[in-house]
């Protein structure tokens, strides 16, 4: 590798730390090198680079104050401390407690789903499936895996409380005492629920919320 004058890269380096990021065209022009041997430069400071923007930019290690989830953003530019995109999606999805939607994973990223999220529909080490119409991403792995979609579940039965107001709790119940046995499609097909337009999934999350599911039989006896 050619030999760079030393006061080139400290004044690199004082430029980076100046600017926080800097793009490979501009350290070029400070070093007066080849493009080659400043990514090696790069690549020997252990720099960063960003997982937008086309990968424009760089950053040195002691530069970036990341979040919790890894993530630094210094104006529209944003990095992570694990590595590319693909790297840090793999890293949120299998962190996260109940998997990740396209949407939630965006605003993490700070980036359009539909500008990423078609590269990883078959990306190895986590998986998507759709839950209430809505495609979900979880870790491969297993145990991970099921842990996940329980939680999510127990999140979508927790949110279905919230849409059921007092007189429709009131209802269920009732119907459920004069039905013993019923279901929650039953359940939704009664004349005064439909009246009501409560959704299955609201009738059910009620019902497991509340640990009646267990005490009701899919089919009556």
């Known amino acids: 590798m050619p030999i760079i004058d030393p006061k080139k ?4 380096k004082a430029s980076i730390k100046k600017e926080k990021i800097i793009t490979l065209k501009m350290l070029v022009s400070i070093l007066t090198c080849s493009s080659r041997t400043a990514q090696t430069k790069l690549k020997l400071w252990g720099a960063y680079t960003s997982y937008n923007q086309n990968g424009k930019y760089y950053t040195l290690p002691e530069i970036p104050h990341f979040d919790v989830h890894g993530i630094w953003r210094f104006n529209k530019v944003a990095f992570s401390k694990h590595g ?3 790297n840090t999606i793999i890293h949120l999805v299998t962190s996260a407690p109940a998997g990740l939607t396209g949407k939630q994973l965006g605003e993490l990223l700070g980036l359009s789903p539909q500008s990423f999220l078609h590269h990883f529909r ?3 080490g986590i ?3 759709k839950h209430d119409g809505v495609y979900v991403y979880f870790s491969e792995d ?3 895996y099921k842990r ?3 939680q999510r579940t127990s ?3 927790r949110s279905a409380i919230v849409t059921i107001s007092d007189p429709e709790a009131i209802m269920i119940l009732v119907a459920i005492i004069r039905n013993y046995g019923i279901s929650a499609k039953e359940i939704l097909a009664l004349p005064e629920i439909k009246k009501s337009k409560m959704k299955l999934t609201a009738i059910q999350g009620f019902l497991e919320y509340h640990g009646l599911e267990k005490k009701i039989p899919d089919s009556r006896q």
């Not at 890269?9 to 690199?12: G, P, V």
Request: proline share 5%; glycine share 0%; with cysteine.
């Open 148 to 150: 996940q979609v329980q």
């Open 155 to 157: 999140l979508v039965c």
């Open 9 to 12: 890269i400290d004044l690199a």
């Open 127 to 129: 998986c998507r499936e």
């Open 84 to 86: 590319n995109l693909k």
């Open 122 to 124: 078959n990306c190895p």
């Open 142 to 144: 297993t145990s991970a």
